[in-house]
């Protein structure tokens, strides 16, 4: 949800460097854009409705290249898509502006009292509080200004802050909302994300919560909203910046696909060391009795990342002796979920940002929880906020559908089974080892799975019109049926269910006739037969059967009408495999019906608000 760039320095093209850090957080999810630059003492500003083009192409080529700017994608919440509703906001005299990621909940109360003063507004957005709250706090001090105006916030923000009178400086603050702030060399910025930063620079400050801090060209001062001084010593983020091209792909979603492969491999590295006959996991410091006394594990996430929960819970139910809660994050909160020190939290999150899933980590650990955070974001709110992270090595991901950060948390969630396995006692070393060397070869199957690519596509192209799926799995696959059906929901539009394959006869058979495609993902497991017999029904209802398998047979070629093949595997390995298909599936057919396959309509990567 909304992006935050900013630019302190002596670049003659300060306009670009911020359209370009937009560019690179389009991801996010945005419907208006705009711009604000410091020049010869008054603002130059450009806001508009609709994509980042938009915004560019009603830029004047005459307008100013240089000075102090900040720029803003919008994600709506309060008040309608339009230009005026864009970001930068202004205060009555138009000296101060402000970009805003979040929302100020108390703002109506604030407005009402600047309006009471004669203060005059121009949008609907709770944002444009700040900018007249700023005016008239302000009293030549623009640092000072902001930090008053703070205490009166009640909310989610990250926002940054320039004025007229003060033109090279920054002020930005943080609660809740992402903020990260990229050190140059006499010049700095600040984003809400890496990927704006890294064509920059790669040491980058995290602010935490309540911390605001002054960003000037050869300056950074950080402190809390008293106003004490803090130390922050700057991290480096080893993303490399070709990661956030499409790199000759047509899009971020079907490289990210690719890319599958070396995000697991980047995930396992360095965490199996056959010779010691185990998991290693660098910086999880769990201690051994901390471990042996858990009384059972609760994880907590949304989305696909709940999705990757789920498909453990089915793995490490047979093998961890303990009881496995999965809860989707924004229901947890609200659930009074049982918790002692006895439980482990686990929170998976691939932006580290979401708000709900923030908010379980925060209750678990008050409730004296210890919480562990997957995650793919350095320096991410989750991340801080748990007790140990694990980080997944997937890179950057642009795509809004989350693809490659599946496979690496589903990598991750496999290697902390063996970590939990190995010091609970509850896996032999010979077990481990072989599930350690099972899970090396997951890099080069999933190769074997991209490479069916074009009978996939062969397949979309048949069913890219129809109006509604149905997702059916049993098992281990069942998270991933539902995966199967968000995947394709986010990215084509088309109304997608998903039901274990089990639950058919209670309600969704309904739905089925002639014109109904059917996905079945299916594998020889223990639940083969009763999973066969589902699809006979669907057979005797005339449904399309598209058949996921890597078990063909007679049986399974009489009741489909379509059959992609998958590679034999170790069973271990069997949601990893599965989720290539289902994702490509929604990919052509996106593609097909001509959608905004890396920004779908509505969408956020990080979704920062409840
Ligand atoms: C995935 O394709 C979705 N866009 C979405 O469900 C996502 O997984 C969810 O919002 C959770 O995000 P997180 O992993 O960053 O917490």
């Not at 708000?355 to 678990?364: F, I, M, Q, S, Y």
């Not at 199967?484 to 274990?500: D, N, V």
Request: with cysteine; glycine share 8%; net charge neutral.
């Amino acid at each position: 949800m909304c992006g935050i760039m900013g630019y302190v320095g002596d670049r003659p093209i300060s306009k670009d460097v911020i359209l370009d850090g937009l560019k690179a957080l389009e991801y996010r999810g945005y419907d208006s854009a705009g711009i604000a630059i410091i020049n010869q003492g008054k603002f130059w500003t450009e806001k508009r409705a609709g994509k980042l083009e938009v915004l560019v192409s009603k830029i004047d080529p005459k307008a100013p290249q240089r000075g102090t700017a900040l720029g803003h994608t919008r994600w709506a919440t309060h008040g309608g898509v339009t230009d005026e509703n864009a970001h930068p906001h202004f205060d009555c005299q138009r000296r101060i502006a402000v970009i805003h990621n979040g929302i100020i909940e108390n703002y109506s109360e604030i407005k009402a009292e600047l309006l009471a003063e004669g203060h005059k507004f121009r949008s609907e957005t709770d944002t444009e509080v700040l900018a007249h709250l700023f005016e008239k706090l302000y009293m030549g001090n623009l640092e000072e200004a902001v930090r008053t105006g703070l205490k009166r916030l009640k909310g989610a923000y990250a926002i940054g802050v320039i004025s007229i009178d003060s033109p090279d400086e920054i002020v930005v603050a943080k609660t809740a909302s992402p903020l990260v702030i990229g050190l140059g060399k006499e010049e700095n910025f600040l984003a809400s994300g890496i990927p704006a930063l890294l064509p920059h620079t790669k040491q980058m400050i995290f602010l935490r919560d309540q911390e605001m801090a002054v960003i000037r060209k050869d300056s950074i001062k950080i402190c809390d909203f008293c106003g004490k001084e803090l130390e922050q010593k700057p991290e480096l983020i080893q993303w490399d910046p070709i990661t956030t091209q499409k790199m000759g792909f047509k899009h971020f979603m079907l490289k990210e696909i690719n890319e599958q492969p070396l995000a697991v491999a980047n995930t396992l590295q360095g965490c199996i060391d056959l010779n010691a006959g185990g998991v290693r996991l660098e910086g999880i410091k769990f201690n051994k009795k901390q471990l042996e006394n858990l009384k059972n594990i609760t994880m907590i996430a949304c989305g696909t990342a709940y999705h990757a929960a789920w498909t453990a819970k089915y793995l490490w139910q047979r093998h961890l002796n303990l009881p496995i809660g999965v809860e989707v994050a924004s229901e947890f909160r609200y659930s009074s979920p049982y918790l002692s020190k006895e439980t482990l939290v686990i929170a998976i999150s691939q932006s580290g940002e979401t708000a709900d899933t923030l908010a379980g980590v925060k209750l678990a650990k008050d409730r004296g929880a210890p919480v562990l955070a997957i995650t793919n974001s350095p320096g991410s709110a989750i991340s801080r906020e748990a007790d140990q992270t694990f980080y997944t090595q997937a890179g950057p991901e642009i795509g809004v559908a989350s693809t490659k950060c599946f496979l690496a948390q589903l990598t991750a969630l496999g290697l902390f089974e063996l970590y939990l396995g190995q010091h609970r006692g509850t896996l032999d070393a010979k077990t481990i080892r072989e599930k350690c060397q099972t899970l090396l070869t997951l890099p080069t199957a999933l190769e074997k799975v991209l490479a069916l690519d074009s009978k996939i596509q062969e397949i979309a192209g048949q069913f890219y019109t129809k109006r509604d799926f149905l997702f059916f799995g049993r098992d281990i696959l069942c998270p991933i049926a539902f995966e199967g059906a968000l995947k394709l929901k986010e990215i084509s539009y088309i109304h997608a269910e998903a039901y274990a394959a089990g639950e058919m006869k209670h309600g969704p058979i309904a739905l089925v006739d002639e014109n109904m495609p059917v996905v079945f993902l299916v594998t020889k497991n223990s639940v083969y037969e009763k999973i066969f017999s589902n699809m006979e029904e669907i057979k005797a209802r005339k449904g399309i059967i598209i058949a996921i398998t890597d078990e063909v047979n007679s049986d399974i070629e009489r009741v489909s009408n379509h059959i992609i093949e998958l590679p034999k595997t170790d069973p271990l390995l069997t949601p990893m495999l599965f989720s290539v298909p289902v994702q490509l599936l929604a990919y052509h057919i996106g593609v097909l019906r001509g959608t905004d396959v890396d920004q779908p309509r509505n969408l956020a990567k990080s979704v920062t608000v409840e």
